[in-house]
């Protein structure tokens, strides 16, 4: 059973270009999770998706950025436009289900970078 | 906002010595979880522990919980120098996504 995978690994963007960080959960898991690392921080949570449905979304800029967690497909997140403040890790989670008894499998991230 | 406050931000240590790492959260808990970061790689979880429990034991890992503090901590004992990494606690609510701490970077010296 392969873990999360996220592609790019890096993913290199002039700013005003678009961004786009592709993740597919582990087979069986139906949520998936977004979280942005800064340099030198912790992760901070953006979105939970279920398949076809944002069901939190309390951290995303409220612009540029959209999430989706398509029925067929890996999940997407997009940034428009992007600024050299987006320039961070980008780690995407998945889980079999929700509540206190689910871990959270982390992807190995995409680092992206804004020249 | 990022609720954790992770203590010590940074620790050196020697090999053979134990480490522990504090953390503390600001809400009601579900469960507590612990993940440990290669630089500049992905999270590898490491133990969680319930609200309701107040210690639990993984191999050379210790965690303990005082969810009347709001706090835990993660023992590492026998430290090696492969422990070498950033530790992170996340706390998980009732709103299904973690709320991760500062983190903790480790370093263990031969």
């Known amino acids: 059973n392969a873990g999360v995978m996220q592609n790019p690994r890096h993913l290199v963007r002039r700013r005003g270009q678009e961004a786009r960080l592709r993740c597919s959960p582990m087979k069986g898991h139906s949520h998936v999770y977004w979280y942005r690392q800064l340099p030198e921080e912790g992760l901070k949570f953006m979105v939970y998706l279920q398949k076809e449905n944002i069901i939190d979304e309390s951290g995303m800029p409220k612009e540029r950025f959209s999430a989706e967690f398509p029925k067929e497909g890996p999940s997407i997140l997009r940034i428009q436009q992007v600024v050299r403040g987006d320039s961070a890790a980008y780690f995407c989670?998945?889980?079999?289900?929700?509540?206190?008894?689910?871990?959270?499998?982390f992807g190995p991230g995409t680092r992206l970078t804004v020249l | 906002s990022q609720q954790g406050e992770e203590d010590p931000q940074a620790l050196s240590i020697q090999e053979g010595e134990n480490a522990t790492m504090n953390c503390s959260y600001k809400?009601?808990?579900?469960?507590l979880q612990w993940y440990r970061q290669n630089s500049g790689r992905g999270l590898v979880h490491l133990i969680l522990i319930r609200s309701n429990e107040r210690e639990k034991h993984s191999g050379r890992l210790r965690v303990t919980l005082d969810t009347s503090k709001k706090s835990s901590s993660l023992l590492i004992t026998a430290s090696r120098a492969a422990d070498t990494a950033s530790y992170f606690c996340?706390?998980?609510?009732?709103?299904?996504?973690?709320?991760f701490g500062t983190g903790t970077r480790l370093q263990v010296t031969l």
């Open positions: 996340a706390s998980y609510g009732t709103a299904s996504k973690l709320t």
């Open positions: 809400t009601s808990i579900n469960n």
């Open positions: 989670a998945s889980s079999p289900g929700t509540g206190g008894s689910f871990e959270q499998f």
